[in-house]
Nanobody, 121 residues
Framework: VQLQASGGGLVQAGASLTLSCTAP????????MGWYRQAPGKERELVAR???????NYPDSLKGRFTISRDSAANAVHLQMDSLKPEDTAVYHC????????????????WGKGTQVTVSS
């Protein structure tokens, strides 16, 4: 499934942005959605993930600044980014991963082309 991400842009340090991502089709079942980011010359980094029941996870480095939310009926996930820093500059990709009833990861079912976030100092 091709996910469609939007909301990126150029902002100054300290500003906020909200990214959104949607997937077509019927509402997902047992699917975790989230965001990765990749900056030039750096490895891909998990930014946030949220399960179908709304449980969210973040790396310690981003806790308190980033908030993920989800509209499961619309297959949509949003990422509120506050107090942005130049080091947050990256291409942000949304994803969707399928799990079975026991919580075991099955496969990636969706990936977005990404939206550029640039934070100037």
């Amino acid at each position: 499934v091709q996910l469609q991400a939007s909301g990126g842009g150029l902002v100054q340090a300290g500003a906020s942005l909200t990214l959104s991502c949607t997937a077509p089709g019927s509402p997902f079942s047992r699917v975790v959605m989230g965001w990765y980011r990749q900056a030039p010359g750096k490895e891909r980094e998990l930014v946030a993930r949220i399960s179908a029941d709304g449980s969210a996870n973040y790396p310690d480095s981003l806790k308190g600044r980033f908030t993920i939310s989800r509209d499961s009926a619309a297959n949509a996930v949003h990422l509120q980014m506050d107090s942005l820093k130049p080091e947050d500059t990256a291409v942000y990709h949304c994803f969707a991963d399928k799990y079975d009833r026991s919580g075991t990861y099955l496969e990636e079912i969706g990936w977005g082309k990404g939206t550029q976030v640039t934070v100037s100092s």
